[in-house]
């Protein structure tokens, strides 16, 4: 009996849309020199992602398989930073492009397509996800969009 409880205390409360915490994006860990070749690496559960200075990406799936895919950086930028967090069954990847450029991008895992990329400028914290948005730094961003959200 007592079983039966808890479940439906726990169905209850989602099924009332309780609120729910907000996600951070995690800065992903730096192999190599500032000023010469280096590599991004994260995990999800699609795989383990491999992101280079200049863009090329590749994820190894669980099975073993790997893919590449390419994210904007341009001519002779670099990637400085990578946050990232998966959400809903999507990567949702923010990397800083030398010249305080930064790039929001949600990418569909599986086929590894990018479902839409936003150019923002100057972050200073690692954004989260709250509710239908992506924020950082006064800044929201529509989650399913793209769009900067308009007041």
Request: aromatic share 10%; with cysteine.
């Amino acid at each position: 009996m007592k079983r039966v409880v808890v479940v439906c205390l726990i169905w209850s409360s989602l099924a009332l849309g309780a609120p729910c915490s907000a996600e951070t994006f995690v800065l992903a860990d730096r192999v190599g020199e500032p000023n010469a070749r280096s590599f991004f690496m994260f995990s999800t559960s699609a795989g383990q992602y491999t992101v280079r200075h200049d863009g090329m990406g590749e994820v190894t799936s669980p099975k073993g398989m790997r893919r590449v895919f390419n994210l904007r950086v341009g001519g002779r930028a670099r990637i400085e930073r990578v946050y990232s967090l998966e959400h809903q069954g999507d990567l949702f990847l923010l990397y800083e492009v030398t010249g305080q450029v930064f790039y929001l991008v949600r990418m569909e895992q599986t086929k590894r397509k990018v479902r839409w990329i936003t150019e923002v400028r100057d972050v200073s914290e690692a954004p989260v996800i709250d509710g239908d948005f992506v924020m950082f730094d006064n800044i929201e961003i529509h989650k399913s969009n793209g769009r900067l959200k308009q007041d």
